[in-house]
Structures are given as structure tokens and as C-alpha cells.
């Protein structure tokens, strides 16, 4: 029965699980404050000279930046 199952491909090492794919892909591969540099600079920039409810636009960027490295922010 162990046989017929790898003969299927339904454990086969070559081709792994969609869902092991997403999860290896959406896992940070480095610490948040080292993430998105270029965003965080500009983020942090505009705050101070302009307080933090006039920069939202860059705020938004700088989030949306760390959901693709894999945060959940």
C-alpha cells in the first residue's frame, strides 16, 4: 500500500505541497528593522519635519513594504 502511494506521486519529494510553497515563501527572512530600508528612511523623514498625519502616503508604502518581505503588520 506504501508503494502504490509513491508509484501515485501522492508523497512524492518532487513536487511539494502548494501549501509548504506559501508558507516557506511568506516567512520573514530577516528582522523588521532591517526590512524595507529605502521606505523606512523616507517614512521616518517625513514625520519628523511634518508629523505623522501628513504622511500617510509614506507610512502605507513602508507597511505595504514589509507585507511583501512576509511581516504581518
Same mark, same amino acid.
Given at each position: 500500500?506504501? #508503494?502504490? $502511494? @509513491? $508509484?501515485?506521486? *501522492?508523497?512524492? =519529494? &518532487? $513536487?511539494?505541497?502548494?501549501? @509548504?510553497? @506559501?508558507?516557506?515563501?511568506?516567512?520573514? +527572512?530577516?528582522?523588521?528593522?532591517?526590512?524595507?530600508? &529605502?521606505?523606512? +528612511? =523616507?517614512?521616518? !523623514?517625513?514625520? @519628523?519635519?511634518?508629523? !505623522?498625519?501628513?504622511?500617510?502616503?509614506?507610512? !502605507? *508604502?513602508?507597511? =505595504?513594504? =514589509?507585507?511583501? !518581505? #512576509?511581516?504581518?503588520?
Amino acid at each position: 500500500m506504501i #508503494g502504490s $502511494q @509513491v $508509484q501515485d506521486g *501522492a508523497c512524492s =519529494l &518532487d $513536487q511539494p505541497n502548494k501549501d @509548504v510553497v @506559501v508558507i516557506a515563501e511568506t516567512k520573514p +527572512k530577516k528582522r523588521i528593522c532591517c526590512a524595507c530600508p &529605502d521606505t523606512k +528612511k =523616507l517614512r521616518d !523623514e517625513c514625520i @519628523v519635519e511634518h508629523g !505623522e498625519s501628513a504622511c500617510t502616503k509614506w507610512i !502605507e *508604502a513602508h507597511i =505595504l513594504c =514589509l507585507r511583501s !518581505e #512576509g511581516f504581518k503588520v
